[in-house]
Protein backbone atom coordinates (compact mmCIF):
# COMPACT_ATOMS: atom_id res chain seq x y z
CA UNK A 1 0.00 0.00 0.00
CA UNK A 2 3.05 2.20 0.85
CA UNK A 3 4.65 1.54 -2.61
CA UNK A 4 1.40 2.19 -4.61
CA UNK A 5 1.09 5.82 -2.11
CA UNK A 6 4.39 6.80 -3.26
CA UNK A 7 3.98 6.09 -7.37
CA UNK A 8 1.07 7.96 -7.34
CA UNK A 9 2.52 10.69 -5.79
CA UNK A 10 5.32 10.56 -7.89
CA UNK A 11 3.20 10.40 -10.65
CA UNK A 12 0.93 13.87 -9.30
CA UNK A 13 4.45 15.56 -9.29
CA UNK A 14 5.27 14.47 -12.51
CA UNK A 15 2.23 15.67 -14.53
CA UNK A 16 2.93 17.77 -16.96
CA UNK A 17 2.09 21.99 -16.59
CA UNK A 18 -0.60 22.69 -18.78
CA UNK A 19 -3.68 25.27 -18.82
CA UNK A 20 -6.84 24.11 -17.57
CA UNK A 21 -9.61 26.00 -20.31
CA UNK A 22 -13.31 26.20 -18.98
CA UNK A 23 -16.09 27.35 -21.78
CA UNK A 24 -19.45 29.25 -20.81
CA UNK A 25 -21.23 26.11 -20.02
CA UNK A 26 -18.62 25.03 -17.68
CA UNK A 27 -16.95 22.59 -20.01
CA UNK A 28 -13.39 21.93 -19.14
CA UNK A 29 -10.78 21.18 -21.47
CA UNK A 30 -6.58 21.34 -21.34
CA UNK A 31 -3.86 23.58 -23.32
CA UNK A 32 -0.78 22.14 -23.17
CA UNK A 33 2.92 23.99 -23.58
CA UNK A 34 3.36 22.94 -26.93
CA UNK A 35 0.00 24.43 -27.69
CA UNK A 36 1.36 28.09 -26.87
CA UNK A 37 0.99 30.68 -27.69
CA UNK A 38 -2.58 31.80 -27.77
CA UNK A 39 -3.56 34.89 -28.00
CA UNK A 40 -7.67 34.71 -27.21
CA UNK A 41 -8.79 32.00 -25.14
CA UNK A 42 -12.05 32.45 -26.41
CA UNK A 43 -10.99 31.01 -29.93
CA UNK A 44 -10.83 27.81 -27.95
CA UNK A 45 -13.94 28.97 -26.95
CA UNK A 46 -12.96 29.11 -23.08
CA UNK A 47 -13.80 32.07 -21.07
CA UNK A 48 -11.71 31.04 -17.56
CA UNK A 49 -7.83 29.96 -17.47
CA UNK A 50 -6.61 28.26 -14.55
CA UNK A 51 -2.88 27.32 -14.28
CA UNK A 52 -2.42 23.37 -13.34
CA UNK A 53 0.87 21.83 -12.11
CA UNK A 54 3.15 25.12 -12.35
CA UNK A 55 5.59 25.55 -9.51
CA UNK A 56 4.18 28.76 -7.13
CA UNK A 57 6.26 31.68 -7.79
CA UNK A 58 8.37 32.91 -4.59
CA UNK A 59 6.72 35.26 -2.82
CA UNK A 60 8.13 37.85 0.29
CA UNK A 61 5.55 38.21 2.87
CA UNK A 62 3.23 40.77 1.76
CA UNK A 63 3.24 44.32 3.60
CA UNK A 64 1.46 46.10 2.15
CA UNK A 65 -2.28 46.23 0.24
CA UNK A 66 -3.08 48.44 -2.37
CA UNK A 67 -6.44 49.89 -3.25
CA UNK A 68 -7.01 51.27 -6.69
CA UNK A 69 -10.00 53.87 -7.62
CA UNK A 70 -10.81 51.54 -10.05
CA UNK A 71 -12.26 48.63 -8.11
CA UNK A 72 -8.69 46.38 -8.10
CA UNK A 73 -6.71 45.47 -5.37
CA UNK A 74 -2.92 44.29 -4.82
CA UNK A 75 -0.48 42.90 -2.20
CA UNK A 76 3.16 43.02 -1.82
CA UNK A 77 6.05 44.91 -0.44
CA UNK A 78 6.16 48.38 -0.99
CA UNK A 79 10.21 49.22 -2.85
CA UNK A 80 9.47 52.81 -2.90
CA UNK A 81 9.12 54.88 -5.37
CA UNK A 82 9.94 58.06 -7.84
CA UNK A 83 7.98 61.33 -7.38
CA UNK A 84 4.13 60.46 -8.82
CA UNK A 85 4.69 56.78 -9.01
CA UNK A 86 4.49 53.73 -5.96
CA UNK A 87 6.84 50.76 -6.46
CA UNK A 88 4.98 47.37 -5.32
CA UNK A 89 7.01 44.07 -5.79
CA UNK A 90 4.13 41.48 -6.10
CA UNK A 91 6.55 38.56 -6.67
CA UNK A 92 10.04 38.21 -6.22
CA UNK A 93 11.85 40.28 -8.51
CA UNK A 94 8.20 41.27 -10.27
CA UNK A 95 7.51 44.50 -9.61
CA UNK A 96 5.16 47.50 -10.60
CA UNK A 97 4.61 50.81 -10.98
CA UNK A 98 1.25 52.28 -9.69
CA UNK A 99 0.84 56.10 -10.38
CA UNK A 100 -0.47 57.85 -7.46
CA UNK A 101 -3.44 59.35 -9.64
CA UNK A 102 -4.45 55.48 -9.69
CA UNK A 103 -4.30 54.72 -6.20
CA UNK A 104 -7.07 54.99 -3.19
CA UNK A 105 -5.41 53.60 -0.33
CA UNK A 106 -2.46 51.74 0.81
CA UNK A 107 -2.62 49.76 3.94
CA UNK A 108 0.46 48.16 6.06
CA UNK A 109 -1.84 45.52 8.43
CA UNK A 110 1.07 44.24 10.64
CA UNK A 111 1.12 47.90 12.09
CA UNK A 112 -2.27 48.47 12.48
CA UNK A 113 -3.83 46.93 15.95
CA UNK A 114 -6.39 44.93 16.27
CA UNK A 115 -9.81 46.73 14.76
CA UNK A 116 -7.98 49.87 13.62
CA UNK A 117 -8.47 48.91 9.91
CA UNK A 118 -11.97 49.30 10.18
CA UNK A 119 -11.49 53.07 11.65
CA UNK A 120 -9.49 54.15 9.09
CA UNK A 121 -10.91 56.81 6.16
CA UNK A 122 -9.79 58.96 3.86
CA UNK A 123 -9.67 62.86 4.52
CA UNK A 124 -12.62 65.34 3.71
CA UNK A 125 -10.19 67.00 1.84
CA UNK A 126 -6.80 66.10 0.06
CA UNK A 127 -4.95 63.46 0.95
CA UNK A 128 -4.31 61.50 4.68
CA UNK A 129 -1.75 59.68 6.33
CA UNK A 130 -1.92 57.55 9.21
CA UNK A 131 1.82 57.66 11.16
CA UNK A 132 2.87 54.55 13.64
CA UNK A 133 3.86 56.50 16.80
CA UNK A 134 4.01 53.89 19.32
CA UNK A 135 1.28 52.38 20.08
CA UNK A 136 -0.91 55.06 18.73
CA UNK A 137 -1.61 56.40 15.14
CA UNK A 138 -0.68 59.86 14.44
CA UNK A 139 -3.27 61.49 11.88
CA UNK A 140 -1.77 63.85 9.43
CA UNK A 141 -4.26 65.09 6.68
CA UNK A 142 -2.65 67.68 3.68
CA UNK A 143 -1.00 66.50 0.44
CA UNK A 144 1.28 63.67 -0.73
CA UNK A 145 4.63 65.80 -2.17
CA UNK A 146 6.03 62.28 -3.61
CA UNK A 147 7.25 59.27 -2.47
CA UNK A 148 10.91 57.47 -2.75
CA UNK A 149 12.76 55.42 -1.21
CA UNK A 150 12.69 56.88 1.96
CA UNK A 151 9.38 57.65 2.52
CA UNK A 152 6.20 60.19 1.80
CA UNK A 153 7.53 63.48 1.71
CA UNK A 154 3.92 65.42 3.17
CA UNK A 155 2.88 68.59 3.53
CA UNK A 156 0.46 68.65 6.14
CA UNK A 157 -0.62 71.06 8.73
CA UNK A 158 3.36 71.14 10.46
CA UNK A 159 4.68 71.63 7.45
CA UNK A 160 6.67 69.50 5.16
CA UNK A 161 8.37 66.44 6.30
CA UNK A 162 9.16 62.77 4.64
CA UNK A 163 7.71 60.15 6.69
CA UNK A 164 9.59 56.74 6.48
CA UNK A 165 8.20 53.93 5.50
CA UNK A 166 8.49 51.87 8.65
CA UNK A 167 6.11 54.19 10.00
CA UNK A 168 3.37 54.43 7.29
CA UNK A 169 0.51 52.48 8.98
CA UNK A 170 -1.99 53.75 5.92
CA UNK A 171 -2.33 56.23 3.06
CA UNK A 172 -5.31 57.28 1.58
CA UNK A 173 -5.11 59.63 -1.92
CA UNK A 174 -7.23 62.42 -2.55
CA UNK A 175 -9.28 61.28 -5.70
CA UNK A 176 -9.10 64.17 -8.31
CA UNK A 177 -12.45 63.55 -9.53
CA UNK A 178 -14.05 60.95 -11.92
CA UNK A 179 -12.08 59.78 -14.58
CA UNK A 180 -12.75 57.71 -17.91
CA UNK A 181 -11.36 54.24 -17.37
CA UNK A 182 -8.51 53.60 -20.37
CA UNK A 183 -8.79 50.39 -21.36
CA UNK A 184 -5.52 48.34 -21.83
CA UNK A 185 -4.80 47.02 -25.31
CA UNK A 186 -5.31 43.28 -25.38
CA UNK A 187 -8.52 41.01 -24.63
CA UNK A 188 -10.19 42.29 -21.78
CA UNK A 189 -9.76 39.84 -18.76
CA UNK A 190 -9.75 40.09 -14.83
CA UNK A 191 -6.93 38.13 -13.28
CA UNK A 192 -6.73 36.61 -9.71
CA UNK A 193 -3.38 36.39 -7.94
CA UNK A 194 -1.98 33.60 -5.98
CA UNK A 195 0.57 33.93 -2.92
CA UNK A 196 -0.50 34.50 0.78
CA UNK A 197 -2.30 38.31 0.20
CA UNK A 198 -3.95 37.09 -3.10
CA UNK A 199 -5.24 40.29 -5.28
CA UNK A 200 -7.43 41.12 -8.28
CA UNK A 201 -6.95 42.69 -11.54
CA UNK A 202 -8.02 44.18 -14.54
CA UNK A 203 -5.86 43.93 -17.37
CA UNK A 204 -5.63 43.40 -21.39
CA UNK A 205 -3.95 39.79 -22.45
CA UNK A 206 -1.58 40.07 -25.00
CA UNK A 207 -0.64 36.49 -25.14
CA UNK A 208 -0.83 32.84 -23.14
CA UNK A 209 3.45 32.13 -23.68
CA UNK A 210 5.14 29.35 -22.17
CA UNK A 211 6.35 31.52 -19.71
CA UNK A 212 3.30 32.58 -18.53
CA UNK A 213 0.71 35.09 -19.27
CA UNK A 214 1.67 38.90 -20.84
CA UNK A 215 -0.65 41.16 -19.32
CA UNK A 216 -1.49 45.30 -19.44
CA UNK A 217 -2.31 46.32 -16.12
CA UNK A 218 -5.36 48.90 -16.72
CA UNK A 219 -2.33 51.02 -14.26
CA UNK A 220 -0.27 50.57 -17.57
CA UNK A 221 2.71 47.91 -16.27
CA UNK A 222 3.04 45.32 -19.26
CA UNK A 223 4.11 42.48 -17.26
CA UNK A 224 5.19 38.81 -18.09
CA UNK A 225 3.45 36.92 -15.32
CA UNK A 226 4.82 33.30 -14.48
CA UNK A 227 1.89 30.87 -14.44
CA UNK A 228 2.60 30.13 -10.85
CA UNK A 229 1.71 33.67 -9.89
CA UNK A 230 -2.12 33.62 -10.90
CA UNK A 231 -5.01 31.26 -10.22
CA UNK A 232 -7.44 32.28 -12.54
CA UNK A 233 -7.93 34.71 -15.50
CA UNK A 234 -11.44 35.13 -16.81
CA UNK A 235 -12.29 37.13 -20.13
CA UNK A 236 -14.04 40.33 -19.15
CA UNK A 237 -16.16 40.98 -22.08
CA UNK A 238 -19.70 40.69 -20.48
CA UNK A 239 -20.34 37.21 -21.85
CA UNK A 240 -19.38 35.86 -17.99
CA UNK A 241 -20.34 37.80 -14.61
CA UNK A 242 -19.81 36.17 -11.57
CA UNK A 243 -22.45 37.02 -9.53
CA UNK A 244 -20.40 38.28 -6.82
CA UNK A 245 -19.90 40.97 -8.46
CA UNK A 246 -23.76 42.52 -8.14
CA UNK A 247 -24.86 44.27 -5.52
CA UNK A 248 -27.82 42.62 -3.64
CA UNK A 249 -30.93 44.23 -3.44
CA UNK A 250 -31.97 43.04 -0.16
CA UNK A 251 -31.10 40.76 2.52
CA UNK A 252 -33.22 38.80 4.66
CA UNK A 253 -32.19 36.60 7.74
CA UNK A 254 -28.91 37.56 8.04
CA UNK A 255 -27.37 34.19 9.39
CA UNK A 256 -29.28 35.38 12.35
CA UNK A 257 -30.54 31.83 14.15
CA UNK A 258 -31.81 33.06 17.36
CA UNK A 259 -33.19 36.33 16.33
CA UNK A 260 -31.92 39.82 16.18
CA UNK A 261 -32.14 40.51 19.90
CA UNK A 262 -29.56 38.76 20.77
CA UNK A 263 -27.28 40.34 18.46
CA UNK A 264 -26.04 36.88 16.55
CA UNK A 265 -25.90 37.64 12.83
CA UNK A 266 -23.59 36.40 10.55
CA UNK A 267 -24.30 38.39 7.23
CA UNK A 268 -23.50 37.23 3.50
CA UNK A 269 -19.83 38.09 2.32
CA UNK A 270 -18.71 38.70 -0.60
CA UNK A 271 -15.67 36.09 -2.37
CA UNK A 272 -15.21 35.01 1.27
CA UNK A 273 -16.65 32.43 3.88
CA UNK A 274 -18.83 33.93 6.78
CA UNK A 275 -16.22 34.36 8.94
CA UNK A 276 -14.20 36.60 6.39
CA UNK A 277 -11.53 33.65 5.31
CA UNK A 278 -10.72 31.91 2.30
CA UNK A 279 -13.36 29.95 0.07
CA UNK A 280 -12.23 26.55 -0.60
CA UNK A 281 -13.33 23.97 -3.06
CA UNK A 282 -11.63 20.55 -1.42
CA UNK A 283 -7.89 21.86 -1.81
CA UNK A 284 -8.24 23.73 -4.04
CA UNK A 285 -8.59 27.52 -3.42
CA UNK A 286 -11.72 29.45 -4.78
CA UNK A 287 -11.93 33.09 -5.26
CA UNK A 288 -15.21 33.60 -6.20
CA UNK A 289 -18.18 33.19 -4.99
CA UNK A 290 -20.54 34.46 -1.82
CA UNK A 291 -20.49 32.89 2.02
CA UNK A 292 -23.84 32.68 4.10
CA UNK A 293 -25.00 31.52 7.10
CA UNK A 294 -28.31 29.71 7.48
CA UNK A 295 -31.16 31.15 7.90
CA UNK A 296 -30.82 33.47 5.08
CA UNK A 297 -32.34 35.01 1.59
CA UNK A 298 -30.23 37.11 -0.77
CA UNK A 299 -31.57 38.96 -3.58
CA UNK A 300 -30.11 40.07 -6.69
CA UNK A 301 -31.41 42.62 -9.37
CA UNK A 302 -31.23 40.75 -13.09
CA UNK A 303 -31.59 42.75 -16.44
CA UNK A 304 -33.13 39.76 -18.34
CA UNK A 305 -30.18 39.81 -20.19
CA UNK A 306 -28.73 36.76 -18.54
CA UNK A 307 -29.54 33.04 -20.01
CA UNK A 308 -28.18 30.76 -16.81
CA UNK A 309 -26.32 30.59 -13.86
CA UNK A 310 -23.69 28.05 -12.90
CA UNK A 311 -21.59 27.41 -10.13
CA UNK A 312 -21.78 24.52 -6.85
CA UNK A 313 -22.50 24.85 -3.55
CA UNK A 314 -21.30 23.20 -0.10
CA UNK A 315 -20.56 24.18 3.93
CA UNK A 316 -17.14 25.67 4.44
CA UNK A 317 -14.32 23.75 5.13
CA UNK A 318 -14.24 25.14 8.02
CA UNK A 319 -16.96 22.99 9.59
CA UNK A 320 -14.67 19.97 9.04
CA UNK A 321 -12.72 20.93 11.83
CA UNK A 322 -15.97 20.82 14.67
CA UNK A 323 -17.12 17.67 16.22
CA UNK A 324 -19.06 15.79 14.23
CA UNK A 325 -22.71 16.44 15.42
CA UNK A 326 -21.80 20.77 15.21
CA UNK A 327 -20.59 20.21 11.24
CA UNK A 328 -23.99 22.04 10.01
CA UNK A 329 -26.61 20.48 7.32
CA UNK A 330 -28.47 23.23 5.36
CA UNK A 331 -30.51 23.27 2.12
CA UNK A 332 -30.21 25.53 -0.36
CA UNK A 333 -32.15 26.80 -2.79
CA UNK A 334 -32.44 29.27 -6.08
CA UNK A 335 -35.43 31.21 -6.89
CA UNK A 336 -35.60 33.25 -10.32
CA UNK A 337 -38.60 35.75 -10.60
CA UNK A 338 -40.20 33.97 -7.43
CA UNK A 339 -40.32 30.25 -8.87
CA UNK A 340 -38.08 27.80 -7.52
CA UNK A 341 -35.19 27.19 -9.85
CA UNK A 342 -33.04 24.52 -7.82
CA UNK A 343 -33.05 22.41 -4.77
CA UNK A 344 -30.33 20.86 -2.82
CA UNK A 345 -30.93 17.81 -0.89
CA UNK A 346 -29.66 18.24 2.75
CA UNK A 347 -26.17 19.39 2.95
CA UNK A 348 -23.89 18.58 5.80
CA UNK A 349 -20.63 19.44 6.58
CA UNK A 350 -17.42 17.75 5.15
CA UNK A 351 -19.28 16.38 2.09
CA UNK A 352 -18.20 17.77 -1.73
CA UNK A 353 -19.55 20.62 -3.49
CA UNK A 354 -22.71 19.67 -5.61
CA UNK A 355 -23.10 21.42 -8.77
CA UNK A 356 -25.96 23.64 -9.94
CA UNK A 357 -25.93 22.55 -13.08
CA UNK A 358 -27.08 24.62 -15.92
CA UNK A 359 -30.01 26.95 -14.68
CA UNK A 360 -32.50 29.07 -17.37
CA UNK A 361 -32.03 32.10 -16.69
CA UNK A 362 -33.41 33.52 -19.72
CA UNK A 363 -35.46 37.32 -19.44
CA UNK A 364 -35.28 36.51 -15.32
CA UNK A 365 -35.23 40.09 -13.27
CA UNK A 366 -34.67 38.52 -9.54
CA UNK A 367 -32.19 36.08 -8.69
CA UNK A 368 -32.93 35.17 -4.85
CA UNK A 369 -30.58 33.09 -3.29
CA UNK A 370 -31.96 30.83 0.24
CA UNK A 371 -29.87 29.11 2.46
CA UNK A 372 -31.98 26.86 5.16
CA UNK A 373 -31.07 25.39 8.64
CA UNK A 374 -31.89 21.60 8.33
CA UNK A 375 -30.62 20.51 11.44
CA UNK A 376 -29.89 22.77 14.96
CA UNK A 377 -28.57 25.53 13.32
CA UNK A 378 -24.83 24.66 14.35
CA UNK A 379 -21.76 24.91 11.63
CA UNK A 380 -24.15 26.23 9.09
CA UNK A 381 -21.73 27.86 7.14
CA UNK A 382 -23.16 27.50 3.28
CA UNK A 383 -20.39 28.47 0.42
CA UNK A 384 -21.98 28.92 -2.87
CA UNK A 385 -18.99 28.53 -5.13
CA UNK A 386 -17.85 29.53 -8.43
CA UNK A 387 -21.52 30.92 -9.09
CA UNK A 388 -21.47 32.53 -12.35
CA UNK A 389 -24.02 34.38 -14.57
CA UNK A 390 -23.77 33.47 -18.29
CA UNK A 391 -24.72 35.69 -21.40
Known amino acids: MLC????????QESAPARLELEAL????SELL????PLS???TREAWIVRPRGHAAVATSRPEARVHFTNGDELSGRVLGGAGESLTLELFEGLSVDCPLETLRSVQFSARLTAGAEAGLAPAP??????????????VLDGT???VGVEGVAFDGVLGQRTVPWSEVAALYVAELGAREPVAPRGVPVTLEFAGAGGGRARAGLLALERGGARVVLAQ?????LPYGAWLELSVADGRLVYLSELVPSGEQGRGAPFG?????????????NVLGGELRRGAELERRGIGMHAPSRLTFPLDGSYRALRGAVALDESTRLLPEHARGSVIFRVFADGALLWESPVVRGGEAPRALGTLALDGKKELVLELDPAGDFAGDRGNWLGLALVR
Open 4 to 11: LALVLLAA
Open 25 to 28: DGRR
Open 33 to 36: ASEL
Open 40 to 42: DPR
Open 125 to 138: EGDRLYRRSGNALD
Open 144 to 146: IEA
Open 220 to 224: GSELL
Open 260 to 272: DELGMQWPHRMDR
